[in-house]
């Protein structure tokens, strides 16, 4: 089947503004993984889960930010009252289970402005 | 906490060139570590991990805990082999610490 997706692809949200962003693992995989890529620096962790259980949330940056993925599969990253500091590739990445490889979305570009 | 640096930003050669980028990396324990790469419009994605020994289109990389570095080798450049590198630093729980990334560009 296809690899993993996020939407949607670009997103330029006023200062402020709330935005929620999506990404479909690849089917049966256990982990799901959200990364934010600054522009120019490599990506940086934000928050681990395996089922619908988050096990780790120490990266994400504030508690404007929120996570969730609720029947284990899709996963919605929320961003709340963005800042221009929020610009960022965001990076949904998934595995069949712990230790075994990553495969990573395409990513979303968040501009806030 | 663990660190990854690759201290090129860009690296540029000649086609058929040996090519190292390089690799530091600081963690307590015993490191897991990865070289993903990004070409141009693709997703990021698995070029090599340590554990497996492997060499993957030419490309190698040797853990040396005493120098704590994991360099990636290759020993003739091509063009396709332009893209972003970035190495990648595994912990117990799974997530994963990447370096900056080096653009490798190989001229003709």
């Known amino acids: 089947g296809a690899g993993v997706s996020q939407s949607p692809r670009y997103k330029v949200a006023k200062r402020g503004q709330d935005v929620a962003l999506r990404c479909d693992p690849i089917?049966?995989?256990?982990?799901l993984f959200w990364y934010q890529q600054a522009l120019g620096q490599g990506p940086e962790f934000l928050t681990y889960?395996?089922?619908?259980?988050?096990?780790?949330k120490s990266g994400l940056p504030s508690d404007r930010f929120f996570a969730e993925r609720p029947e284990g599969s899709v996963s919605t990253l929320k961003i709340q009252r963005t800042q221009q500091e929020d610009s960022a590739v965001y990076l949904c990445?998934?595995?069949?289970?712990?230790?075994?490889?990553?495969?990573f979305g395409q990513g979303t570009r968040l501009t806030v402005v | 906490a663990q660190r990854v640096t690759q201290p090129e930003k860009l690296l540029s050669v000649f086609k058929g060139a040996p090519v190292e980028l390089k690799c530091n990396y600081s963690?307590?324990?015993?490191?897991?570590l990865f070289w993903y790469v990004q070409y141009s419009r693709q997703r990021l994605q698995l070029l090599l991990r340590?554990?497996s020994r492997e060499s993957i289109k030419g490309f190698t990389a040797d853990l040396n805990k005493g120098e704590t570095s994991f360099h990636l080798k290759k020993p003739f450049a091509q063009e396709e082999d332009s893209a972003m590198y970035y190495c990648?630093?595994?912990?117990?729980?799974?997530?994963?610490?990447f370096g900056g990334g080096t653009r490798l560009m190989v001229k003709p």
């Open positions: 889960f395996q089922n619908e259980a988050q096990l780790d």
């Open positions: 340590h554990i």
């Open positions: 089917s049966g995989h256990v982990s």
């Open positions: 963690y307590s324990g015993s490191p897991e």
């Open positions: 990445a998934s595995s069949q289970r712990q230790g075994l490889e990553a495969f």
């Open positions: 990648a630093v595994q912990n117990a729980g799974n997530m994963l610490t």
